[in-house]
């Protein structure tokens, strides 16, 4: 008797193929695979070119600070050797044009004597006003004793008198003390008239040594210039070496 098999309908109605279904599934695995090994060169690429464009980025930076740095140094120098030339312009001007500019000092400080003396411009000025000052004072202290005015207002009259008299007082004071300083000066000018040639020179000694003094500065500066070329030489001097 012919036994029936029940697995048999199943078999016909899907046609299960174990080989080629083993045959898809290692396909799929494959391409998985190709896609995953495609993908991760081009992150690494990606990866390694920002790495590549933030470090050129770094040095462009590097690079423009060393710059600005070598200009100020430059700059620097310039400036120095500017300074350092007017203060030798001055050491070396003709002597007729020393003398000249020395004459319109003294004569400078002669017209201010003049305005100091008594009569002059600046004296008589004070006087005036001191003069002024005291007869306001008199004015507001009659009306401080005036008994047709109330006690503020004589409080504030007598207020006001006693700043004019202070201000009268310090008028003749600052008189006082023009005339102190006039003499003194006075006698300096003396001096240096009798013997200008002298006090010319005692000039010019200062000026030279404040001349000299200046190249320092220059010298300084140099070094700063020379320091900054050696810094922006080193990596160029250190890859020749290498190679």
């Given at each position: 008797?012919?036994?029936?098999?029940?697995?048999?309908?199943?078999h016909a109605a899907v046609h299960f193929n174990p080989n080629e279904t083993m045959k898809q599934i290692h396909?799929?695995?494959?391409?998985?695979?190709?896609?995953?090994?495609?993908?991760?060169?081009?992150?690494?690429?990606?990866?390694?070119?920002?790495?590549?464009?933030?470090?050129?980025?770094a040095a462009d930076a590097q690079q423009q600070s060393g710059s600005d740095e070598l200009t100020k140094k430059?700059?620097?120098?310039?400036?120095?050797?500017?300074?350092?030339?007017?203060?030798?312009?001055?050491?070396?001007?003709?002597?007729?044009?020393?003398?000249?500019?020395?004459?319109?000092?003294?004569?400078?400080?002669?017209?201010?004597?003049?305005?100091?003396?008594?009569?002059?411009?600046?004296?008589?000025?004070?006087?005036?006003?001191?003069?002024?000052?005291?007869?306001?004072?008199?004015?507001?202290?009659?009306?401080?004793?005036?008994?047709?005015?109330?006690?503020d207002q004589q409080r504030k009259y007598k207020k006001l008198a006693d700043e004019f008299t202070s201000q009268?007082?310090?008028?003749?004071?600052?008189?006082?003390?023009?005339?102190?300083?006039?003499?003194?000066?006075?006698?300096?000018?003396?001096?240096?008239?009798?013997?200008?040639?002298?006090?010319?020179?005692?000039?010019?000694?200062?000026?030279?040594?404040?001349?000299?003094?200046?190249?320092?500065?220059?010298?300084?500066?140099?070094?700063?210039?020379?320091?900054?070329?050696?810094?922006?030489?080193?990596?160029?001097?250190?890859?020749?070496?290498?190679?």
């Open positions: 008797m012919r036994q029936l098999n029940v697995f048999q309908p199943i396909l799929f695995t494959a391409l998985s695979l190709v896609a995953t090994f495609a993908i991760l060169p081009t992150q690494g690429l990606a990866q390694s070119v920002q790495v590549r464009i933030e470090a050129g980025n430059v700059n620097a120098l310039k400036a120095s050797i500017e300074k350092s030339k007017e203060a030798f312009k001055n050491v070396n001007r003709t002597k007729e044009s020393v003398i000249s500019a020395f004459d319109q000092n003294l004569d400078v400080i002669k017209a201010a004597l003049k305005d100091v003396t008594q009569g002059g411009e600046i004296y008589s000025l004070v006087t005036e006003t001191g003069k002024k000052a005291e007869d306001v004072a008199k004015i507001y202290k009659e009306k401080a004793t005036d008994p047709k005015k109330d006690v009268r007082q310090l008028a003749y004071q600052q008189l006082d003390k023009i005339e102190i300083q006039r003499e003194l000066l006075q006698k300096s000018l003396k001096l240096v008239e009798n013997d200008k040639e002298f006090f010319l020179d005692e000039l010019l000694s200062k000026d030279i040594a404040v001349a000299l003094k200046g190249v320092d500065g220059v010298l300084k500066a140099m070094n700063e210039v020379s320091n900054g070329l050696d810094q922006i030489m080193k990596p160029t001097a250190t890859a020749q070496k290498t190679e």
